[in-house]
């Protein structure tokens, strides 16, 4: 939890604080900020602030909070605070007097660890607006924490088409050398075979062009972790247009696994059951502009005419865009892409 909080302070930019939700019964801040020129990191848990001097001077500046993301009120703050409490080795340190941050550097931000936990697994933006981020840094320091979670955990990626998902996913796996294995959702397309029989070839992308059941199923059975068992998952191949069984090996020593797929977050009929699988949920955007001309470029790299291209991310992929963006609200983070 210590870790958790530590990035949120670094992925939330100007932030030197972090507090845990109201109503957990652990309390706990982490800090990492400067006071006079000189950086002060750590942490304490279950402060106790101690009553202050009669002679206390208060000091005016802006403050923020990441759950409610762009609001600042000016508010009186003492210029030191003496705080008693614990590590986390439960050994407690002698009473510390530090003086408030700076303003800029002191926008206190309450952590969606506690948020996402108490709300259940798999309801991360239940309780809390979404991280904004930018840049990789932070994500790849972020995706590390979970894989040395102890468990293993499922990190899910959403998002609408052509807005990086993959891209994304694809590089945290890279840089996580050799910690975390890639699942596409895509490997649980229906063959075309079957789309063309239920007449739904024409939508193809669409949810109920998907085998959710066998989805779900999967993501089940990665979170259970079986020692000695490696569990195999399906791939998409672009070039058939098919999905192809038994494709990646998720060894049982993998303590990270990435699912990346459009409706993650979709929360409408067995769709639903994906979230609470999921032990944190990102969401990524581009503007729209980028992201259809990616898409369009696509189409026509595997196949299509551009006027077939086109038509078809104008109807079908526009269509599921507009689905995917309502479940944007649900994700722990919204990751910037570019």
């Known amino acids: 939890m210590i870790d958790d909080?530590?990035?949120?302070v670094y992925v939330a930019e100007?932030?030197?604080?972090?507090a845990n939700q109201a109503?957990?019964?652990?309390?706990?801040f982490v800090r990492d900020c400067d006071d006079d020129g000189a950086w002060h990191v750590g942490h304490i848990?279950?402060?106790?602030v101690d009553e202050p001097v009669s002679s206390r001077r208060l000091q005016d500046a802006g403050e923020g909070c990441l759950s409610v993301p762009g609001p600042r009120h000016d508010l009186g703050r003492e210029d030191h605070t003496v705080v008693r409490g614990y590590d986390k080795d439960a050994n407690p340190p002698s009473p510390r007097r530090r003086r408030v941050p700076r303003p800029e550097t002191r926008a206190?931000?309450?952590?969606?660890?506690a948020a996402g936990r108490t709300a259940g697994r798999g309801s991360p933006g239940a309780t809390m607006a979404p991280m904004d981020v930018d840049g990789l840094a932070p994500l790849v320091e972020r995706a590390r924490g979970l894989a040395r979670d102890g468990r293993r955990l499922v990190l899910g990626i959403a998002g609408p088409p052509g807005a990086g998902k993959s891209t994304l996913a694809a590089e945290l796996v890279a840089r996580l050398d050799g910690a975390a294995v890639l699942v596409p959702m895509d490997g649980f397309h229906?063959?075309?075979?079957?789309l063309e029989r239920l007449g739904r070839a024409g939508r193809k992308g669409a949810?109920?062009?998907?085998?959710?059941?066998?989805y779900t199923a999967l993501l089940t059975r990665l979170r259970a972790a079986e020692p000695g068992v490696t569990v195999y998952a399906p791939a998409f191949d672009r070039d058939l247009e098919e999905p192809v069984a038994g494709a990646i090996p998720v060894p049982p020593d993998i303590p990270l696994v990435i699912t990346e797929g459009n409706y993650l977050l979709h929360d409408e009929g067995p769709w639903a059951a994906v979230l609470p699988l999921l032990d944190e949920a990102w969401y990524t955007d581009l503007d729209d502009r980028t992201r259809v001309a990616r898409l369009v470029a696509r189409h026509i790299r595997f196949g299509k005419t551009p006027a077939h291209a086109e038509r078809w991310v104008a109807g079908s992929d526009e269509a599921n865009a507009r689905l995917v963006a309502r479940g944007r609200a649900r994700a722990r983070l919204v990751v910037h892409m570019t």
């Open 5 to 8: 909080m530590f990035l949120t």
């Open 108 to 113: 206190a931000r309450m952590s969606p660890w």
């Open 45 to 48: 848990l279950n402060p106790v």
């Open 14 to 18: 100007g932030a030197g604080l972090a």
């Open 23 to 28: 109503d957990v019964d652990l309390r706990l």
């Open 207 to 214: 949810p109920d062009t998907f085998d959710i059941a066998g």
């Open 190 to 194: 229906l063959a075309q075979a079957e």
